[in-house]
């Protein structure tokens, strides 16, 4: 199919023209879908962001979502996100633009964002039945079709290299990459990704502000812990972790 140099991931591929999300769709049909599965779209009517936001997914862009079956404790469902964000920043990176991520899940190009992450999971007791790993990449869209309010800090790839990409090879070297990280996942102890997270990571050792719906946090972020979670020393000097929330880098 499409020639994937892939194994699991894309065995098999749902693909249509238009969807609400992608992630919708996949937790729709993960529970009789086998581990691997992509749900793919050119266009998302709905497309959902973190945190209850919209996701603008005009033609041009790659959306899609993997239905992953790792049989991990659902504590742990939130380290995809970072596998998923390293293996987009990696792909990016082999193209010779300088991808950094972004504490929990953006990839970003010259400090713009240039891919979203969304994981959803469903778990029975702790277990998680399956994982839907949201990936959004704005890859050949014009940045001129994206309504103002979405456009400001955002990037395609088309931008940054000066030139169209093809997206059937991008998501083959994608996928491959991704596939990789995820046996790696399997296989290895997480801090090999977490330190191969790090190296990429511009988020460590900045003056940041994180909103979550309950509070706001100001300090320093330090580090990461195992399951994801960002960790913030407060002027105080007390360390905060933080599993989810929006991160604001302060300027310097
Ligand atoms: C974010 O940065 O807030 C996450 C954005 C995730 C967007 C992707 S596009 C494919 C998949 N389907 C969705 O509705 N959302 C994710």
Request: charge should be positive.
């Amino acid at each position: 199919q499409m020639g994937l140099k892939t194994t699991l991931l894309g065995k098999k591929i749902h693909y249509y023209e238009e969807v609400t999300s992608t992630n919708s769709t996949a937790k729709d049909i993960a529970a009789s879908e086998e581990e691997g599965t992509l749900v793919i779209a050119e266009v998302q009517k709905g497309g959902r962001g973190r945190l209850g936001r919209e996701w603008v997914s005009p033609h041009g862009g790659i959306w899609m979502s993997v239905i992953l079956k790792p049989g991990i404790p659902l504590r742990h469902a939130s380290r995809l996100t970072l596998v998923a964000g390293l293996a987009v920043a990696n792909v990016i990176r082999n193209m010779g633009l300088d991808a950094r991520i972004k504490w929990p899940n953006d990839v970003r190009i010259n400090g713009k964002k240039v891919c979203g992450i969304l994981t959803e999971a469903k778990a029975e007791v702790d277990r998680v039945d399956y994982v839907v790993l949201g990936i959004g990449i704005n890859v050949n869209m014009d940045l001129k079709d994206i309504p103002e309010s979405f456009r400001a800090g955002s990037t395609t790839l088309k931008a940054e290299l000066g030139s169209h990409i093809k997206r059937v090879s991008f998501l083959q070297d994608f996928l491959f990459e991704l596939e990789q990280q995820y046996i790696l996942f399997k296989t290895q102890p997480f801090s090999h990704i977490l330190n191969d997270w790090l190296a990429l990571s511009d988020t460590i050792g900045r003056e940041v502000k994180v909103t979550t719906p309950s509070r706001i946090i100001e300090g320093k972020a330090v580090g990461i812990t195992p399951d994801g979670a960002l960790v913030i020393r407060k002027a105080d000097d007390t360390k905060e972790e933080i599993i989810a929330g929006r991160c604001i880098y302060a300027r310097s």
